[in-house]
């Protein structure tokens, strides 16, 4: 019953981290989306997402990672067996790309606060297709734990699926920058 309860609450604080780090990355491209308004306008705007993208990353996203990342040891500590497995070390691999990810938030969030308002030095599309970077992160990682150990066994039908479905993303983004830049 122990590690069920822990799991329960390990999928909560995970889907706590991923929505703050979903919004986050959404908060740079508001904050990139205000280059060309009118320099008032930009202050407002921008003072704004600097306080929003501070304030979601030290209330929401850290403590529910570290939630996320104690219950996730607690669990790997009270079921051991799953070191031997292929697919959590698959798992493992997925949650070292949410690592660097998580670390490229962090400084995002520090660079925009030392901006004081300046322009952000990353083309707006390189933030849009960063933003989807945490979905991907989440399909193998949900994939991969929930289907376990066919994961391995149709390895090659997974790959070819992902790489549609990023392509699929990815061509939305730039159509809707596409549309945005028209406006």
């Known amino acids: 019953m122990l590690y069920t309860v822990i799991k329960a609450v390990h999928i909560i604080f995970m889907v706590s981290y991923f929505a703050g780090i979903f919004y986050l990355a959404r908060i740079f491209v508001y904050y990139k989306d205000t280059d060309d ?23 929401i996203t850290v403590p529910a990672g570290i939630i996320m990342l104690v219950t996730g040891l607690t669990m790997i500590f009270l079921n051991f067996g799953l070191m031997k497995t292929p697919w959590f070390h698959l798992k493992l691999t997925f949650l070292v790309g949410l690592a660097v990810y998580h670390y490229w938030c962090w400084k995002k969030v ?6 004081q308002g300046n322009i952000l ?11 989807e970077i945490a979905t991907f992160i989440l399909f193998l990682v949900v994939f991969t734990v929930i289907l ?25 983004v ?10």
């Open 110 to 115: 520090l660079q925009i606060k030392n901006l």
């Open 37 to 59: 308004f009118e320099e008032n306008k930009k202050q407002v705007l921008r003072e704004q997402y600097v306080f929003m993208a501070r304030r979601l990353w030290n209330i």
């Open 148 to 172: 376990k150990s066919m994961v391995i066994e149709y390895w090659w039908q997974l790959i070819a699926g992902f790489t549609v479905l990023v392509f699929l993303i990815m061509t939305t």
């Open 174 to 183: 730039k159509l809707v920058n596409k549309k945005n830049k028209q406006r």
């Open 121 to 131: 030095p990353i083309e707006n599309i390189k933030l849009r297709q960063a933003n």
